[in-house]
């Protein structure tokens, strides 16, 4: 095991091909989105010269109040104490500035000292698992490793034992006896593995020979980093819903790590593996760069491009580094985003004709996707639809859901979600039916498990470049009580959405389709029509019966009630009293049809109109029969057939 530092990620080893000091310390001397990352992780590390050391207890943007009371080791709390560190780190090897490598020192001291950090694991975490690790051991033993190899050179012999036994002390037995204790997330294959076995890993071989035990933690992460790697979908799918693919970052900062420990002079085959998923990520994204929503993680959540300079370098992929530079700032992860950025790589938008407007993904959740240009601020129309399985980490009971934005704007949207509670989670709104743009049954909601029959399936479909796309989505299986379930949705180019939800069941029960609009709706005088206007945006609607009986629309806002209204820490959920509204039908087959037209704000609003036996807006019309949904716009059409 190697005795050179820094050798984790970066060397001073010039005989190397590997990133080296020189090189970077080049890169950020030339204009670029490099130099503006340095910049950022600069500033940052002098703040931290005369800041005094963060602690559990310290309140920061987002904390809860009973995290701050109660010290917890929250992930906002231990990745602001993981950055001061890494950001001084890095400083201090660029700049070969003593004062950066005292201010790291200064708050691994702090983290070390049981009073301030009374273990590095989350206290939910310790309560409900009762192990002796989690993830905020694999955050800070992975970044306090990193660190300690970056700065070795600069350290004195006594400082670089203090670090190895505060690690040790804090990070690495702990692991260990989680280890030895059967932990669940050496075999669970979510976020949990890559952040605990990866960050240890890490840990390992930026220690080196250091730690006696560094070697076995090595040996440990890789057959189970690699085995990580063969969960995502054949086309990149996250196993786990979008906003945690941000811990996509995890396996490339691993493998980058590995390649490093193992002297590898070509990029590790994982890295350039990811290159789907990149992808899948930028079809997760509507302008102006905010995530699709569906499952944990909130409304307006920023584009997942951590990852991707990484992958762009690995497979000089112009596209991948075109979406990295329309959303990376301000960065998530400045410093591994520094390492991995190639300035020298040309950007290029896509076009139409180089990829595709629209794509459906058949694994995990099924994400469908179908925008109307590539512009990155203002695209008129993007339609997201989810296809897949329900009972995945993170996800909610929401197959069949959709989003619609328009113009850099949420119109019809998910709710995504607020802090978890501890337990019961259906019964919180945000986590159950109840909370998403969809059919439901006698108030039954879509069932939510492990089960491999419980499933949505998209059964047909089709994405032209000129006319949009459509696709239909059986949801039979996630239904008690149902014979068929399906919906269709139909989007024509630039802004009109149509979606048709039928079903037909075993009795006749009250049928209710919910949409949640992004703003109050305005209501109509005329049943069943409603506008919602969302800054630059705006969505003229309308939801009706098949034969083209309006329905009454009923309005409501959703709202925590006691005791289903705290989070895991016991702190009141916030009460946002989401808008939604309800069409109802009570039936054994019913079919319902939603019509959407998306404009700018400062275009007139047109309702839809019931004419003769189609719906009409301007130049566009609708119509469904028994064999055929046409959905016939200016210049072109979608002619769908029905689904039974």
């Known amino acids: 095991m190697t005795d050179l530092h820094p050798h984790i990620l970066i060397t001073t080893d010039e005989t190397s091909r590997l990133p080296t000091v020189s090189s970077l310390s080049a890169a950020v001397g030339r204009p670029g989105a490099r130099q503006r990352l340095w910049q950022l992780v600069q500033a940052a590390a002098d ?7 963060i602690t559990s207890f310290d309140s920061l943007p987002g904390r809860s109040t009973e995290d701050v009371r109660r010290g917890n080791r929250d992930y906002r709390i231990v990745d602001a104490a993981g950055q001061r560190v890494t950001q001084a780190a890095l400083a201090a090897l660029l700049t070969q500035d003593r004062r950066y490598v005292d201010s790291a020192l200064r708050q691994m001291e702090c983290l070390f000292d049981h009073n301030k950090w009374a273990e590095w694991q989350d206290i939910f975490h310790r309560e409900h698992f009762d192990l002796d690790a989690d993830l905020r051991t694999g955050q800070l033993a992975r970044d306090l490793a990193l660190a300690w190899d970056w700065m ?9 034992q203090s670090v190895v036994d505060g690690i040790d002390r804090c990070g690495i037995q702990p692991y260990l006896r989680a280890v030895d204790a059967g932990a669940w997330w050496l075999q669970r294959m979510n976020n949990w593995t890559t952040v605990i076995v990866g960050g240890l890993g890490i840990c390992g071989m930026a220690l080196a020979a250091a730690h006696p035990q560094s070697t076995a933690l090595v040996d440990m992460s890789r057959p189970i980093m690699s085995a990580y790697l063969e969960h995502y979908g054949p086309e990149g799918e996250f196993n786990e819903n979008p906003a945690y693919a941000i811990s996509s970052f995890l396996p490339v900062l691993y493998f980058s790590a590995l390649r490093c420990h193992d002297g590898e002079h070509e990029i590790p085959a994982p890295i350039i ?7 899948w990520c930028l079809y997760a994204t509507a302008p102006p760069g905010h995530l699709v929503s569906f499952g944990d993680g909130g409304p307006e959540y920023p584009a997942l491009t951590s990852f991707v300079p990484a992958v762009a370098s690995a497979t000089q992929d112009s596209v991948l580094h075109w979406f990295y530079l329309q959303h990376f700032e301000p960065p998530r ?5 520094l390492l991995w950025l190639d300035d020298a790589l040309v950007p290029v938008a896509p076009t139409p004709a180089s990829l595709p407007l629209g794509r459906a993904y058949e694994a995990h959740s099924g994400l469908i996707s179908s925008r109307t240009s590539w512009d990155p601020d203002r695209t008129e129309c993007v339609v997201f639809g989810k296809a897949g399985h329900g009972g995945i980490n993170h996800t909610h009971p929401d197959g069949g859901q959709i989003e619609i934005h328009g113009y850099g704007r949420r119109l019809i949207v998910d709710l995504g979600s607020v802090p978890y509670p501890a337990d019961n989670q259906r019964r919180y709104y945000h986590f159950s039916s109840d909370g998403h743009n969809q059919l439901t049954f006698a108030g039954r909601a879509q069932l939510w498990d492990q089960e491999p029959n419980h499933q949505a399936k998209r059964t047909a479909g089709e994405f032209d470049g000129d006319r949009g796309g459509w696709w239909r989505i059986d949801l039979t299986s996630l239904h008690e009580g149902a014979e068929s379930v399906t919906r269709t949705v139909v989007h024509l180019h630039p802004g009109i959405v149509v979606v048709v939800d039928a079903a037909s069941l075993r009795r006749a029960e009250t049928c209710r389709l919910r949409w949640h609009p992004a703003t109050d709706p305005v209501p109509s005088a005329i049943p069943g029509l409603f506008t919602v206007i969302n800054g630059d945006a705006r969505i003229d609607a309308s939801v009706a019966a098949a034969d083209g009986t309006a329905l009454a629309l009923h309005a409501g806002r959703h709202q925590y009630q006691p005791p289903f209204d705290q989070d895991r820490m016991n702190n009141p959920l916030p009460q946002r009293r989401e808008p939604y509204l309800d069409a109802s039908l009570e039936a054994d087959r019913v079919c319902f049809v939603s019509l959407f037209a998306v ?16 719906w009409r807006r301007g130049d566009v019309s609708v119509l469904l029969d028994g064999s055929m949904l046409q959905v016939v716009g200016p210049t072109s059409r979608w002619d769908v057939p029905s689904d039974g």
């Open 47 to 53: 703040a931290g010269l005369q800041a005094p050391p």
């Open 152 to 160: 070795q050179p600069m350290l004195t012999a006594a400082e670089r």
């Open 273 to 279: 593996a990811l290159r789907q998923h990149a992808y």
């Open 333 to 337: 992860f400045p410093v591994w985003e």
């Open 599 to 614: 404009s700018s704000s400062t275009d007139p609003g047109r309702p839809w109109q019931r004419d003769d036996d189609c």
